[in-house]
């Protein structure tokens, strides 16, 4: 199983090689964007969308409800995952 977190393309740093910072949870991380750029989207038309990241690449485009969704139930599950933990639970 693969985890995809969400982020926004904030600025691409090197278009030949494909490469951006994403904003993944007020941390930025250089990742690569070859596998969402096409003749429809070139890489200068990634900024500002959102995007699942998984191990440095941004492995497909969705939409802003959707990030916001996936970023909550993340946080309400590390909140969880923190009350076991505090509680002895695992």
Same mark, same amino acid.
């Given at each position: 199983m693969c985890l995809g977190i969400p982020g926004q393309i904030i600025?691409?740093?090197n278009i030949e090689q494909q490469l951006a910072i994403v904003d993944v949870g007020g941390v930025q991380r250089q990742v690569n964007i070859a596998c969402i750029v096409d !003749?429809?989207?070139p890489a200068e038309s990634?900024?500002?969308e959102w995007v699942l990241v998984h191990v440095g690449f941004a492995m497909?485009?969705?939409d802003a409800a959707e990030a916001a969704e996936?970023?909550?139930l993340l946080e309400e599950l590390a909140e969880v995952q923190q009350?076991? !933990?505090t509680s002895g639970l695992k």
């Open positions: 600025t691409i740093t !003749a429809d989207h990634c900024v500002g497909n485009r969705i996936t970023l909550h009350e076991m !933990a």
